[in-house]
């Protein structure tokens, strides 16, 4: 608890874990809040989520990855480049200090990989029982480098919607560890950074409507969520939609529908459909898991509404889950 | 759980407890992330804070509260205008709805009064006995139209120390809350925004060194942590802090240091010793909690020592707590 209390051994804790790992210009001013210079640009976003994933390492990641590229790709999905993020710690009194050393390198490390600086941070500690190892919330804040208004009341009829890679792998990687299910060949998690793949798409000149990252609730959720602010319908081909195959047997075994786990590594792309293969094209490139893949139409008809597709041409409406298949994945 | 899943239960919770009282156009549009737009300033600042007070509500303030002046006085201790703040809330499994509803309006309210808007949010659960009601971290950016650079390191010989204040209400109001002590008159927390302050002394032309919020670790920590990192020495004189008598008398019963104990509304400013008056004025005028005070002077000789004579001119070293005298007050 003491860690928690802001007096001498707070300071240690942020000197010998936190700045030893991720020591910078703007962590060393030791100041209540970081100076940020994005420059010419008068364009920003700014996003943040928390960090709740039960087990706190699970293969292919951990919650220190999950937080920074989490909290990335939330600014790359607004076309803005990722440059700062903040982390607010609440640990857990008797959380092995190795576990956090071991946190806070992944998030060293996960931040040289995203391009992004921890510039900002904060540590509490509750007792015993009143956490779960460790919660982190991390904020972040991008630069916007063009014009375009990437948001889902940009979506329009005739936009196709673009899968980066394959889905489902997060959640049922999480879900493994956590529960000891043993798969062969394991799963892992495909927690990536996704600012490369959106680059790439603006670089090539594709005018983005919409972007979204197919974490908690996975795709079904997030077209839904889409279609919805947007006002417009979307149809989904089951057939078209990438899931690896050890996610779609486990999935199978479980009684799951991967359509509905999260990735943390996974974008899907609203844009013109007379752009779908410039799109395709620039996605293969630079997005990780892939090939992508076309998985989906706008309508104006139906407005609000998904409808999914299945191989044999039967449709139905996708709703969101009343709860989650999957708890505490994020 | 379910409410945390993503999924319908996770919409409704947004639409009904968070957009109704928090709705604004960046939170209409439902994205991943979003757009700020702070124009011509080139300079911002960024900072976050976590939030893990118990009880949840005390005299003169409550979680949400203190989260939205929290950051925000963070953000005017680097000399920046508070503008857009996240928040990421961790809620455990059988929170009343009606506890968070109070909990976001008390937010929405402080926003008001700080003079930001909430513009994106994150919400999980966890099982309950992994939380403790609600964690609440913030994150905010503001801007920076001066160009003073307003941190430790811009310390120096000849500064004088002002506190904005009267010390240790917020601490002690929590503990006497969370331990149901009752003190005649009641402690209320001193919980406010300092950004009037801060303006106040920058509008006067004050150039201002550093200012810190005396927080977690109260007055003395915080002029120690300043000490170290400017490398200069400070001696405070004991009788010239101010502490109100119901403060005072609890500290007494319970023996604790006022010092040490935490305020959510007041602030330390270095400033040059010829402007100490024009800075007093400025604190007097705008400052929570006044009359301003010189509590002390910045010398060059013992670097890193913070010294405080007492009223007979007896001086000591003071030292940063191993531990908290409260735990769990922010």
Known sequence: MAHGSGGRLTQQLIDRVMLRALGNEALAARHDAARLTPGPEVRLAFCTDSHVVSPLFFPGGDIGRLAVFGTANDLAMAGAEPRWLSAGFILEEGLPVATLERIVASIASAAAAAGVTIVAGDTKVV???RGDGVYLTTAGVGCVHHGLVIEPRSVRA???VLVSGDVGRHGMAVLAQREQLAFDPPLASDCAPLWPAVSALLAAGVEVHCLRDLTRGGLATAIIEIAETAGVGVTLEEAAVPVSEP???ACEILGLDPLYVACEGRLAAFVP???????????AAAAPGGPPANVG???ARTPGEVTLRNPIGVARVLERLSGEQLPRIC
Chains 1, 2 share one sequence.
């Open 127 to 129: 007792e015993r029982g």
């Open 158 to 160: 005739g936009d196709v």
């Open 247 to 249: 996610v779609r047997g």
């Open 273 to 283: 459909g007379e752009q779908a293969a410039a799109a395709i094209q620039a996605l």
């Open 297 to 299: 139409v706008v309508q």
